[in-house]
């Protein structure tokens, strides 16, 4: 690798050409401020709080976007510097309203840190032309907007843009449209962008004694929730999270990861049954809600491709209102069932009529993995200083394949892991998918299962499905099996994770839920003697069975854009 060589402070470092001033400085231990900055998209400059100086250049240069070069001497202190980024702060905080108490960032706020280091203060009134807009599950708050781009930078549909007041906007283009994928909140740093809020409304159902609680959690929860309470990402803490969950007052806790297990073998049987039939392939995932919203409105032509498997988290809603009235002797209304979810998708998802049973919605309210953080630090509960408690059996005793359904090719790894039992009668050994593991945009791999090879791509990110679906519709035969999950990595990287998020956080949670499986006796969703018993006792009835576990999708028209008087306004899904 090519390197250069220059001075920081006086300090010599060598660093690879085309690295820019931020990053050689941070490798270094010299820190520069940033706001706009994030590891994962180029730098746009926009709030110039990284601004330096080098010698021989005039005026101040932008740390973030300018790559070093020989010789280079450059300086990150002096009072010039101080009073420019304390001149550049005042013009971020002249954007941005004031409303920290129910901000996304809640306690780590990267803007109250400069206003702390360089004085100011955010403006306190609304300004008239700034609008507060909700599409779906998400809502896009101009008022704090300071127009960094970052948002526009990440939307995979084209759906944000820049207006030409320098804050964001909503396209007007009729072809385009939100899937509620939520990549805007966790690039945005100062938290213009944010998910319809649900755990105000959950304390008043607590309250309410003829309701019974029931709390599930999705795979990619337990290796990421941690990271709000100072554990590092990818730390497993599952069963204090189950603990979390009953200090809440939830009456049942169970692990989502479960439900996969039923997505699993209900997946691996539609597989089988396409390959040997040949209709509708490729077979595609439908377990990400953004991603069956992005088929439904820009590629309606692949509906019949998409499984008809519900994802688990709807799953489990149907076994829990099916199984618990039976069990406590209760009204199925009575039971009110609460996911904590990576995304915000997921929202969008549990309100869908489609998927619902007998007149009502399976899951009644979808929290994030932040919103689920923000009630536990407003209830005064330490995950830390939690016991370590596992999820209720029944249903809080997943496989390692249940497991794994949070990283980016875990689900058809799954699957497959069942469909090769079913086919020859031994494990699929690991090494046979080791490829669709991994951080990559698209993975590729043909699996050989009693003589048939079975063509499986693996992607990530709206924008490579975007490439893989133009892709087949050119070649429609060249796969078998696609898996895609609207965020980069899989739901650990979910729009509803914990912030500040980077590939190699995501990378660090994906990491920890293969190493759970590895860990676990039972890998393998036919492994699980629970699924069939449960099977056997409540869904026996094949009607019964299929409404429960199987949906159907089809096209839709562009999300309503509604107008809200302020961001506490309460939502309407």
């Known amino acids: 690798m090519e390197t250069v060589s220059l ?79 304390k001149r550049n702060l005042g013009t971020v905080l002249g954007k941005h309203l004031l409303e920290c ?34 599409s779906g599950a998400i809502v896009f708050d101009q008022t704090k907007c300071i127009g960094c781009g970052n948002c526009t930078e990440v939307c995979p549909t084209g759906y944000l843009e820049m207006g030409e007041n320098g804050k964001m906007r909503l396209t007007d283009d009729r072809k385009k449209d939100c899937i509620n994928c939520g990549q805007c909140i966790i690039h945005c740093p100062v938290g213009a962008i944010e998910g319809v809020g649900e755990f105000e409304e959950l304390e ?28 590092p990402p990818g730390e497993d803490v599952t069963d204090k999270l189950a603990e979390a ?91 009110v069932v609460v996911s904590i979810m990576p ?25 994030t993995t932040r919103e689920l953080a923000r009630l536990l630090r407003k209830k005064g509960i330490d995950l830390g200083r939690l016991d370590a408690k596992p999820a209720d059996d029944p249903l809080g005793n997943p496989s390692g394949a249940g497991v794994i359904y949070g990283s980016s090719g875990g ?15 031994d494990h699929m050994p690991d090494a046979a998918v080791t490829e669709i593991r991994g951080h990559e945009g698209i993975k590729r791999k043909d699996i050989e299962i009693v003589g048939r090879t079975v063509r499986l791509v693996v992607v990530s990110g709206i924008k490579n499905a975007r490439a893989v679906l133009d892709e087949l519709r050119e070649e429609p035969g060249i796969y078998d099996a696609v898996e895609i999950m609207a965020c980069p990595g899989g739901c650990v990287g979910g729009g509803g994770q914990p912030m500040p998020s980077s590939r190699e956080t995501v990378w660090k949670r994906a990491q920890a839920l293969y190493e759970i499986d590895r860990n676990k006796e039972m890998r393998r969703a036919y492994e699980n003697a629970a699924v069939p018993k449960i099977y056997r006792n409540h869904f026996s009835d094949e009607e019964l069975h299929r409404k429960t576990f199987h949906t159907v999708y089809g096209k839709k028209r562009r999300t309503a854009v509604k107008t809200l008087k302020h961001s506490k306004e309460p939502y309407d899904l």
């Open 204 to 231: 008043r159902l607590f309250d309410d004694p003829t309701k019974v609680m029931v709390a599930q959690f999705a795979p990619s929860i337990r290796t990421s929730i941690g990271e709000e309470f100072g554990y």
């Open 245 to 335: 969950l009953r200090a809440v007052g939830f009456d049942h806790v169970f692990d989502t990861a479960f439900a996969a297990d039923f997505t699993t073998t209900e997946e691996a049987g539609e597989v089988l049954e396409r390959l040997k039939s040949g209709e509708n392939l490729p077979i595609m995932t439908s377990c990400c809600p953004a991603w069956v919203r992005f088929v439904e409105f820009f590629y309606p032509d692949f509906l019949p491709n998409l499984a008809t498997s519900r994802s688990p988290q709807i799953m489990m809603g149907g076994i829990v209102k099916r199984m618990l009235p039976e069990r406590l002797g209760c009204d199925a209304r009575d039971i």
């Open 7 to 85: 001075f920081i402070n006086g300090r010599r470092t060598t660093v690879g050409r085309g690295t820019t001033i931020l990053e050689a400085a941070q490798l270094l231990g010299v820190e520069i401020p940033t706001l706009c900055n994030h590891p994962d998209l180029p730098p746009s400059g926009t709030c110039g709080m990284c601004v330096v100086l080098v010698a021989g250049r005039d005026g101040f240069v932008r740390a973030c976007a300018t790559p070093c070069e020989e010789g280079m001497e450059v300086s990150t202190e002096s009072l010039g510097l101080i009073e420019e980024r």
């Open 411 to 425: 689900v058809f790894e799954s699957a497959l892991r069942t469909a090769y039992f079913t086919l020859t009668g």
């Open 101 to 134: 108490d129910d901000c996304v960032f809640s306690q780590k706020c990267r803007l109250l840190g400069l206003v702390r280091e360089f004085g100011g203060r955010p403006v306190a009134t609304r300004k008239e032309e700034d609008r507060v807009l909700q």
């Open 343 to 367: 995304c915000v998708s997921k929202k969008y998802e549990a309100g869908r009529k489609e998927l619902m049973l007998d007149g009502a919605h399976p899951v009644d309210r979808v929290l």
